[in-house]
């Protein structure tokens, strides 16, 4: 019997990709770089995300993440721009003042509390994540928070994930993972062990073993208020 949820933040719980417009477009402005299209965003979308994959299959390290995703950035789109560091210390300044909930997100969580443990476990930066999980409400609404750059390893590593259970009273048969990321989320919760539903609202193919696939944050409800 489900008693716990793990929830992954970004793509599940908060909308990250209306943050990350926010915050690029904020930082092209502070650095004067004219106007970032929505085209460009969804260049740099698609090159984020594959740069936070090999994170999650360690291929590289959190600050070559965050430090090259820009650089092959701004290489793509012919822009001469060598602040990268600063580029990225502001970015993650942008992403922690606003949030976004994912479609009927805060009200299954807030259906969930009291019923359930509910935790965040997330690979985003401290900064970004704390400052987020504050401004959304998650910080209070939610029974605690793990991030990977204070446990020290990234989802899916088993290390992350043991850190988290000698952290909760909760045995791992009793725990769910629910989250957006096959690589990250999903064979996190394979490689801990637990349950794993993949929240996949865009209904693309999985590439692995899931517990189950939900489509919409009504339907995790209704799948734990049965």
């Keep these: 019997m489900i008693k716990t949820i793990l929830w992954d933040v970004d793509g599940t719980l908060l909308d990250f990709v209306q943050s990350e417009k926010y915050g690029i477009q904020k930082c092209f402005s502070l ?17 984020n995300s594959a740069w936070w994959k090999k994170l ?5 390290s959190k600050q070559e993440v965050l430090e090259e995703r820009f650089r092959a950035f701004f290489q793509g789109e012919g822009i001469s721009f060598s602040r990268i560091e600063a580029f990225n210390r502001a970015y993650q300044q942008y992403l922690g003042d606003v949030a ?7 009200e299954t969580v807030a259906a969930l509390k009291g019923r359930y443990l509910q935790y965040a476990v997330t690979n985003g930066t401290a ?9 959304s409400g998650l910080d209070q609404m939610l029974d605690g928070v793990f ?20 952290a909760i009273p909760s045995p791992r048969e009793e725990c769910v993972i629910i989250g957006d990321s096959l690589t990250g989320d999903m064979q996190g919760g394979i490689n801990a062990g637990i349950t794993h539903w993949w929240y996949n609202p865009g209904k693309a193919a999985a590439d692995r073993p899931v517990d189950r696939i ?13």
């Design 127 to 135: 900064d970004a994540q704390q400052r987020k999980l504050k401004k």
């Design 100 to 106: 976004f909930f994912q479609e009927g997100a805060a």
């Design 147 to 166: 991030i990977s750059e204070k446990i020290g390893y990234e989802k899916p590593d088993v290390r992350f994930f043991n850190a988290v259970f000698a």
């Design 56 to 60: 999650e299959q360690g291929l590289c």
């Design 31 to 47: 650095f004067g770089l004219g106007e970032c299209s929505a085209e460009m965003l969804r260049r740099y979308s698609a090159i």
């Design 214 to 226: 939900a489509t919409s944050h009504s339907e995790i409800q209704d799948w734990l208020l049965a």
